[in-house]
């Protein structure tokens, strides 16, 4: 290697050396997103996309983010809280739909749907069993680019949401059961936990998923008695290892079931199914047999429910009872919490619309991240998912398919 510098002098004279450029690293395209914030108009949905101190973190890093007024009101968050956290409060609901991105929790309703001017991203709940086919043919005409934030996967392919949803749910469940069985909710006057000198309560938990598994650790947890039944003896394994507890665990058997039942201070009803109704595993007869003062709480019953006696109520009535036994059969758990939801939601979303940014938009996202592309139902107008096109006789497409050739 030449390094005198009169050599090297000589050498480029000659044209025997000549300079080189300079290579750089090229960095991705950082782009300021526009994100509007909508209050929530669905029927006791409580919860907010987006807390304030997400929001700090995303105008920290550049980017907008509008909040329609007293969105975070129902979750305990003020105006106050997100203007200090450097969003802008708008009052007008139209002004929040004209944002390039829309991030909500609940589904785009028809009316929410037509303030959207069109090329623009929704991110929110996708509900098949009520989603209309008027809003996603809207949706379609106005060139949207549309993602269920309870299909996307993280990169350890599992469903965040889905997960930190059925978290709190089966959390929630166990506290709904002890409130039931307290004497000032009109139930038996017992304690949940056990103590020293007393039996504790016996709980059933139907299902061995997230919801059964975080409500059998909630009721572990409070010196309970637990048994699992499940379909599928691997997730009753999976359960066991998880909470790292021999709790008693058993198949769906009718029998030994019927049997369980008849013990039970409270049953947790978490089963949930990949198509369709959920099973219902639970007979009337079975509920008749149970203890009167128990209590039923159908987490399911957003898929119809595992119990045949089941009906759907809400948070401002939550209970009815039927054979002396209280059922709680309130489809959205989660929002009964909604400060602890919102912020679960934020923990997940912050960091992706981080990424977003530093990547220039949604569109070089959904090309980069699988887990986010596969919350993806819509793209640019074409719809993308086969559950929603064969369910509404609509034509789509394969994402993957083109996915390469997005620019």
């Not at 986010?372 to 064969?390: A, D, K, W």
Request: a neutral charge.
């Amino acid at each position: 290697m030449i390094t005198d510098p009169e050599v090297l002098k000589g050498l480029m004279k000659e044209g025997r050396l000549m300079p080189q450029e300079e290579v750089l690293e090229v960095g991705r395209k950082k782009n300021s997103l526009h994100i509007g914030i909508p209050r929530e108009t669905s029927f006791q949905e409580r919860r907010v996309a987006l807390v304030p101190e997400a929001v700090s973190l995303l105008v920290a890093n550049g980017h907008e983010v509008k909040i329609e007024t007293k969105a975070g009101e129902l979750a305990n968050f003020t105006d106050q809280e997100y203007s200090e956290a450097g969003a802008k409060i708008v009052y007008a609901t139209k002004e929040i739909f004209e944002c390039d991105i829309i991030f909500k929790v609940a589904p785009l309703s028809e009316e929410e749907a037509n303030m959207m001017p069109g090329n623009q991203t929704l991110i929110s709940a996708l509900q098949i069993n009520i989603q209309p086919k008027k809003i996603l043919q809207l949706l379609m005409s106005k060139r949207i680019t549309a993602l269920a934030w309870d299909y996307m996967k993280d990169e350890e392919g599992s469903f965040p949401v889905v997960r930190t949803v059925g978290e709190i749910a089966g959390t929630t469940s166990i506290l709904i059961a002890a409130e039931l069985l307290s004497a000032y909710k009109g139930g038996k006057g017992m304690m949940l936990g056990g103590i020293a000198g007393v039996q504790p309560a016996e709980i059933v938990v139907l299902g061995a998923g997230t919801v059964g598994e975080y409500a059998t650790r909630a009721a572990l947890g409070l010196g309970c008695s637990v048994k699992v039944f499940d379909s599928s003896l691997s997730r009753l394994r999976r359960l066991q290892n998880d909470v790292g507890s021999r709790v008693y665990t058993s198949v769906l058997q009718p029998k030994v079931l019927a049997k369980a039942l008849m013990r039970a201070d409270a049953v947790i009803g978490a089963i949930r199914s990949s198509v369709g109704r959920t099973p219902c595993v639970v007979t009337e007869e079975m509920v008749r047999n149970m203890k009167t003062g128990s209590v039923v709480v159908d987490v399911s019953i957003d898929q119809g429910g595992c119990f045949e006696t089941s009906e759907l109520t809400n948070h401002n009535t939550p209970t009815f009872e039927k054979f002396g036994v209280t059922h709680y059969c309130v489809p959205n758990i989660p929002s009964r919490v909604a400060r602890t939801a919102s912020f679960a939601l934020s923990n997940i979303f912050s960091p992706l619309l981080l990424e977003m940014g530093e990547y220039g938009g949604c569109k070089e996202l959904i090309r980069q991240n699988s887990g986010f592309r596969n919350g993806v139902y819509m793209y640019q107008g074409t719809l993308t998912s086969e559950v929603l096109g064969n369910a509404f006789n609509l034509n789509y497409k394969d994402l993957e398919l083109f996915i390469m050739g997005i620019k």
